[in-house]
């Protein structure tokens, strides 16, 4: 596909962020991006192999920790110190693209006292079922960012969670889908959790029209820098804590993890 481009921002590293000026162009870029997560591209008759389905599970995440996790456990801690502090012996999360469950298996290493309770929602079936068959004492659904933003107090099994969670999911929605599901976030969470990339978090490339990267140069999927910040604050969020990764690693070059809080 040959993008319209509208501007451009480089990072000095090799990395070049572009505005995408057509919308119909984002939108298809987006729903392709969405059905290989959805499929992980199994054409025909859709079955994931015996072999790759295995290897699928092998590849997740053991826990938020270790290399291109460097920020996100020091943001967890925080967010459970935050809780500790106001007395709580337990924490609900809901999370999106929660794969088979690393949250839980980051809780279960990292903060054992934990009271967690967790629901977990999956762009890709395979993974939610397998989350489903080793935490059976937490919930797990199979779904995209436009199921998430339509789910019921009821489907959700509580009105209220302590935090909302996305580590590198954000980065795959159009803004428009992502600040919706910031949004749902905030009506169901005073605390929201996020690993992203973040080098148009207010605005600084673009405030209104998608600006996409490729995570590595030569790589054919494009990520969505979108600005978090704005949303944030639009949604009542005023305070806000990043934690920059300094690395130079091209995969993880950019991203943050951040903590937003909303007083009431
Ligand atoms: C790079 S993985 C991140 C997984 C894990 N949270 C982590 O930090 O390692 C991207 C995640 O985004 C989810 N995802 C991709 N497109 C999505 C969409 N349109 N709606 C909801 N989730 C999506 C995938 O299912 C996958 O779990």
């Known amino acids: 596909m040959a993008f319209q481009i509208g501007a451009r921002w480089d990072d000095g590293l090799g990395r070049t962020y572009m505005e995408?000026?057509?919308p119909m162009q984002a939108?298809?870029?987006y729903e392709h991006q969405k059905a290989f997560w959805v499929t992980r591209n199994q054409g025909g008759d859709g079955k994931i192999s015996a072999e790759m389905e295995a290897e699928i599970i092998a590849d997740q995440l053991s826990e938020y920790s270790g290399p291109g996790f460097e920020t996100t456990k020091p943001i967890l801690d925080r967010a459970v110190q935050l809780t500790q502090d106001r007395g709580q012996t337990g924490l609900s999360i809901v999370e999106i693209g929660a794969a088979n469950g690393g949250t839980v298996?980051?809780?279960e290493k990292f903060n054992p006292e934990v009271d967690l309770g967790?629901?977990?929602?999956?762009a890709l079936p395979l993974l939610a079922e397998d989350g489903a068959k080793k935490y059976p004492q937490h919930r797990f659904q199979a779904g995209t960012a436009e199921d998430f933003v339509e789910l019921t107090t009821e489907d959700l099994g509580r009105e209220r969670f302590d935090m909302?969670?996305?580590?590198g999911v954000l980065c795959m929605l159009l803004p428009e889908l992502?600040?919706?599901v910031l949004r749902k976030a905030s009506e169901i969470s005073d605390m929201i959790v996020c690993?992203?990339?973040l080098a148009n978090k207010g605005g600084e490339i673009s405030r209104k029209r998608p600006v996409m990267f490729e995570l590595v140069p030569g790589h054919?999927?494009?990520?969505?820098?979108?600005?978090?910040?704005?949303m944030l604050r639009s949604l009542g969020f005023s305070r806000i804590e990043y934690i920059f990764e300094e690395s130079a690693d091209p995969r993880i070059r950019g991203t943050a993890s951040f903590l937003a809080l909303r007083s009431r």
Not at 164 to 167: G, T, V, Y
């Open 178 to 180: 992502a600040f919706m």
């Open 195 to 197: 690993r992203d990339y």
């Open 27 to 29: 939108t298809q870029l």
């Open 118 to 122: 967790f629901y977990g929602m999956e």
């Open 105 to 107: 298996r980051h809780f």
């Open 220 to 230: 054919t999927h494009y990520l969505f820098a979108n600005p978090y910040e704005l």
């Open 20 to 22: 995408l000026s057509n």
């Open 164 to 167: 909302f969670l996305a580590s």
